[in-house]
């Protein structure tokens, strides 16, 4: 049994109730206790509290961390009885005895951290705080259990209640025609030398996206609504990591491609990077065998560069350019085109589709994305995977929160045809990640012309 080294006193019970009535009066302060009659078991010095599994001061805790993980024969006992008194005055004199009577006392070297694991600790305490700062200011405080908030659109571009009421799941003949339609008047560019009218667009659409009216997080419990933050903050994290402007340019800036190997490696690739990050960035996927997570990503990848279209393309303008950057490339989606007008028309129509599916609900289309990455089986090509239950229950957990998300965000009886259709729209992707391939195949490029990551994403048979 372990037992605390206490500082004798002469009248420690009087000292022991004076604590006491202190924290008496001091409610918020009550987990904050007076440690300062710990003593170091190494040194007997005052200590504050345990360190590798024993009560030490700060001096022995930062000696042994330096040293208990080296050589036993680098220190020499300089009295040659290796029994050196070890105290307060004396502990700087022999490092050797010093150690020695850490190991004594029963200070642990596994429990030492090693830098990789002290980063990981330190990015995952940023976080929980990040978070417990965006629990406690969120405005679920302003609801009650028994009170439901009236379900209000995202953005002022949708209308929800009207949407839905007259949406169906699946295509009429007029829905068609519309689509259609859309195409066609889409086969002309717009101005694209207008900066000012692209500025004037972007800034509309980021300030249409800062006017949430609701934010639907908070009606959930707070483990789901905290894994909601974090999803958000990671894929915000790997945006901001991989800006893709060049210097020289100013913001905004529509680049201009010449052919299908720029459209591969501009924004393909600086998509590609993005998703990587972001992937990485979560725990579930971070976490799995080596092997899996470079399969999944080479299996699975180009359907979710899709999704990722999706996610950052205007319809009104057909710009493709990743929301809430300042200083980042914009595209116009014209330059799908490069592959071929099929991919082009098609892809268009999977925008409008996805969009409207969850009322251009960025959440959504992230939670997807997170779904698809963790698909098994969607290429013959694929090999065996070294987790598969792993990957399987990391695909269930994001199902479950997908579901939970889409039930505030849209009621119950919107779920079921919502979540069909976001599976569809998924499959969609995934079909046109194949006529991407075969449109790149028959242009026959060189594949040393494209950047490496590319190379591995399109070509994994």
């Not at 307060?88 to 022999?94: G, H, I, M």
């Not at 009650?144 to 379900?151: A, G, N, W």
């Not at 007029?174 to 972007?202: F, Y």
Request: aromatic share 8%; charged share 30%.
């Amino acid at each position: 049994m372990q037992t605390d080294h206490r500082v004798p006193t002469n009248n420690t019970a009087a000292m022991r109730q004076e604590q006491h009535r202190k924290r008496s009066f001091s409610g918020i302060n009550s987990r904050k206790r007076d440690r300062h009659d710990l003593i170091c078991v190494v040194c007997h010095a005052p200590a504050m509290g345990y360190n590798f599994d024993q009560i030490t001061c700060e001096s022995c805790k930062a000696f042994f961390r330096r040293n208990a993980l080296n050589n036993a024969d680098k220190f020499q006992c300089r009295s040659g009885t290796n029994e050196c008194l070890i105290t307060l005055d004396t502990r700087k004199r022999c490092k050797a005895c010093r150690l020695k009577k850490c190991f004594d006392k029963g200070l642990r070297k596994e429990w030492i951290m090693s830098e990789e694991e002290k980063l990981t600790k330190k990015q995952k305490i940023e976080d929980n705080r990040r978070l417990r700062a965006l629990s406690q200011n969120s405005t679920m405080l302003a609801f009650t259990p028994s009170s439901s908030p009236p379900v209000v659109p995202e953005t002022e571009a949708f209308q929800f209640p009207s949407v839905y009421q007259k949406r169906r799941s699946h295509y009429d003949d007029d829905e068609t025609n519309d689509t259609k339609q859309h195409i066609r008047l889409s086969d002309e560019a717009p101005d694209v030398d207008d900066t000012n009218l692209l500025a004037e667009v972007l800034n509309k659409k980021t300030i249409l996206s800062s006017e949430r009216q609701f934010d639907y997080k908070v009606l959930l419990t707070e483990l789901d609504r905290l894994l909601l933050t974090k999803i958000e903050e990671d894929y915000s994290r790997a945006v901001h990591l991989n800006i893709s402007v060049v210097r020289g340019f100013q913001y905004p800036c529509l680049r201009s491609l010449n052919d299908v190997t720029d459209v591969v490696n501009e924004p393909a690739q600086i998509s590609t990077v993005r998703m990587i990050t972001f992937f990485k960035l979560t725990p579930e996927f971070n976490t799995l065998h080596e092997d899996d997570r470079l399969s999944l990503v080479k299996y699975n990848l180009l359907p979710i560069l899709y999704l990722h279209f999706c996610l950052c393309t205007d319809m009104e303008t057909e710009i493709f350019c990743e929301p809430n950057t300042t200083n980042d490339f914009c595209y116009h989606a014209s330059e799908l085109r490069r592959y071929s007008d099929e991919i082009y028309h098609v892809a268009m129509a999977l925008v409008k589709e996805v969009q409207d599916i969850c009322c251009n609900d960025r959440l959504t289309i992230k939670l997807v994305m997170l779904l698809m990455i963790f698909s098994k089986g969607s290429d013959s090509n694929e090999p065996v995977w070294h987790e598969t239950q792993k990957i399987f229950q990391s695909q269930n957990m994001f199902v479950d929160l997908l579901w939970k998300y889409l039930d505030v965000r849209f009621g119950n009886d919107m779920v079921p045809i919502i979540y069909s259709r976001l599976i569809f729209a998924s499959m969609k992707g995934q079909i046109l990640a194949r006529k991407t391939k075969e449109a790149i195949a028959k242009q026959e490029i060189d594949n040393d012309q494209l950047a490496p990551l590319m190379q591995s994403v399109l070509f994994n048979s």
